[in-house]
């Protein structure tokens, strides 16, 4: 409260301590409704020229003075990008601050990205085209000869893998700038921290527990490349990718030194003294599983790298809202998995029980088993012929299932699982779609300038980023722009109406707590009072009995009338 009067009453929120932070960076990480107040001070309207002007040098660090802290992000997107503050994403500096950035050199940054990504995602697409164990085996077929299959299998395979060591090279290397740095910061932090507790009395012990309590969140606070579940996701397709190029390596090298020709590319007389166990399994059977579950392994790498195409769309808007309700309506297939498991499991076990057929089509074993219940999931009927004719031998009896009981399972599966299920999946993801495109645009600009944070702190060289903020210095202060009131006006509409119903809704809690107190008071004096009230109203009957009894003896005893003496 005493910082935003403060601010009401004038104080600039655009002020930069001796160790380079930000205010408003606090205001973001503790007061962010305070901090939406004060970057009005930054924004300027004029409505009669329909112009307004931003100033967005006060939201960077000077380029001009080198600070304590100068190895960190202080501006203040990365602090609002740090607190995942969506409301502040709608304040009109912060959006202009992210235009100024996406344009000079965020947009190009990330394109680049994107086609060094798109070349990637090719390549391994390639080798999934290209590299089938069967054709290894088929070199010397009229259509395809082994030195074609050789370049070609050994050309895609090459680019694909040295792609991928780039890649993860630099996965290293933004994971190692990530952490050293937090780590620097939370030294920092944590010196800060201690030196206060030594100025702080032993008598004012909640201050002891706030800093306390601060220098455990700095403990255990986590770098800004581990808040990223991208990032999480990419490891997850490096360890596929890794184990999936070796296993294909292992494959073409087998193949080349059991053709042991030197006009082979893979041909090395280096080896060709190999163990007798090693010649051995590249000459049985389980070499071609192996070839086998490596193009298995292959496929569910090239869909993982595919899904990974989201992380570079997002940062533009016409798609960044779409990945971003794509992303979390994985949590709603988790939960209706679970609904599913817990009925398919048991009907599994009891179509199984009921119909199994050794050798057959729908019901043969277990695989075929789960299959034909999914397929069934999915109005697919054409096994039911097949429950009907299904029978057991029992001594010299054979037995079938009754058909009633055939229809009440299959009845029973189509009921819970392709109406109730499937429309429970379907309303709830209606649900998530809804509740979260009220936010999507705002959380795709989040996702934006998560982007412009990194690649200014990790893709711009020192020159290039003192170039950008003496830009800021020099060109955006003020920043001018178009204005058109009447859109400001709509906000400010929304943002009344908003901040109306937030107070009628303080209002009436406040009321009713007023009420709930008063009737506690009422009952506390009412239980206080009730013995003195009962004790008074008997006192009061005894008192008008004794009157009334004292009354009628005095009127006996006392004078008589004349009619009474006659």
Same mark, same amino acid.
């Given at each position: 409260?005493? &910082? ?19 205010t408003?960076c ?8 305070? =901090? ?5 001070q ?17 939201? @960077? ?10 190895f960190?992000?202080? *501006? ?8 995942r ?14 235009k ?51 370049w ?7 680019? =694909? ?9 630099d ?6 700038q ?19 507790l ?6 004012? &012990? ?19 490349y ?5 990032n ?51 000459? *049985? ?12 392994l ?6 993982l790298?595919w ?15 779409f990945?971003?309700i794509?992303?979390n ?19 599994v ?5 009921f119909?199994?057929?050794?050798g ?8 075929? &088993? ?15 012929? @097949? ?10 009896t054979?037995?079938k ?30 649900? &998530? ?10 959380? =795709?600009l989040l ?6 944070c990194?690649? @200014?702190?990790?893709?711009?060289s020192?020159v ?7 830009y800021?210095?020099e060109?955006c ?9 009447d ?11 908003? @901040? ?5 809704q ?51 005893s ?9």
């Open positions: 409260v005493s &910082t935003q009067s403060t601010g009401e009453a004038g104080a600039k929120a655009g002020i930069i301590d001796k160790t380079g932070q930000h408003l606090a205001m973001v990480e503790k007061m962010p409704r305070v =901090a939406y107040r004060a970057l009005d930054f924004h300027v309207k004029n409505r009669g020229g329909r112009q307004q002007f931003f100033y967005l040098n006060y939201l @960077e660090p000077d380029p001009d003075i080198d600070h304590e802290l100068s960190l992000d202080m *501006s203040v997107l990365g602090a609002i990008v740090s607190a503050e969506l409301k502040l994403m709608n304040h009109p500096v912060i959006r202009q601050m992210i100024t950035k996406w344009g000079k050199f965020g947009q190009f940054r990330s394109l680049i990205n994107l086609l060094i990504y798109l070349v990637y995602l090719l390549s391994w697409t390639a080798v999934v085209f290209i590299y089938q164990p069967w054709k290894l085996e088929q070199m010397n077929g009229e259509t395809i000869t082994s030195k074609t299959i050789d070609a299998n050994i050309a895609s395979v090459c680019v =694909a893998i040295i792609l991928f060591l780039c890649m993860l090279v996965e290293f290397k933004d994971l190692y990530s952490q050293t740095t937090h780590s620097r910061y939370k030294e920092w932090r944590s010196k800060q921290i201690e030196r206060d030594q100025y702080v009395p032993k008598k004012l &012990t909640e201050e002891r527990e706030y800093l306390q309590n601060q220098a455990e969140i700095v403990r255990s606070s986590k770098s800004r581990q808040q990223d579940p991208w999480w996701f990419d490891w997850f397709c490096y360890v596929f990718m890794f184990v999936t190029s070796i296993c294909i390596l292992t494959c073409l090298y087998g193949k080349s030194l059991r053709d042991s020709n030197s006009e082979s590319f893979w041909y090395w007389g280096a080896f060709a003294s190999e163990p007798h166990w090693i010649q051995t399994w590249r000459t *049985s059977k389980s070499y071609v599983e192996f070839a086998l579950w490596t193009s298995r292959m496929c569910i790498t090239v869909v790298i899904f990974k195409l989201f992380k570079y769309v997002r940062v533009y808007s016409f798609l960044g809202p990945v971003v794509l992303v309506t994985t949590r709603d297939i988790v939960k209706i998995l679970f609904v599913i498991v817990v009925f398919f499991i048991p009907t076990a009891v179509f199984y029980h119909y199994h057929n050794e057959g089509p729908w019901f043969g074993g277990v695989r075929e &088993t789960i299959f034909t219940v999914f397929r069934m999931l999915l109005m697919n009927d054409s096994s039911y012929d @097949e429950m009907k004719k299904t029978s057991h031998t029992i001594g010299d054979t037995v299932p009754e058909v009633h009981w055939t229809d009440f399972l299959v009845c029973y599966w189509l009921l819970v699982g392709a109406i109730i299920i499937l429309n429970l999946f379907i309303a709830l993801m209606s649900d &998530t779609f809804q509740r979260v495109f009220n936010n999507a645009v705002e959380v =795709a996702e934006r300038a998560t982007i412009i990194y690649i @200014e702190f990790n893709g711009l020192y290039r980023k003192r170039s950008f903020l003496r800021l210095k060109e202060a003020p920043l001018e722009a178009y204005y058109d009131y859109d400001d006006e709509d906000e400010d509409v929304t943002e009344q109406t908003f @901040e109306l119903v937030k107070t009628v303080s209002v009436v809690v406040a009321q009713r707590t007023e009420i709930s107190k008063l009737q506690e008071t009422v009952r506390h004096l009412t239980r206080v009072l009730e013995p003195g009230i009962e004790a008074q109203s008997n006192f009061k009957f005894k008192g008008s009995g004794l009157s009334s009894g004292s009354s009628g003896r005095r009127g006996r006392g004078p008589r009338s004349g009619d009474e003496k006659r």
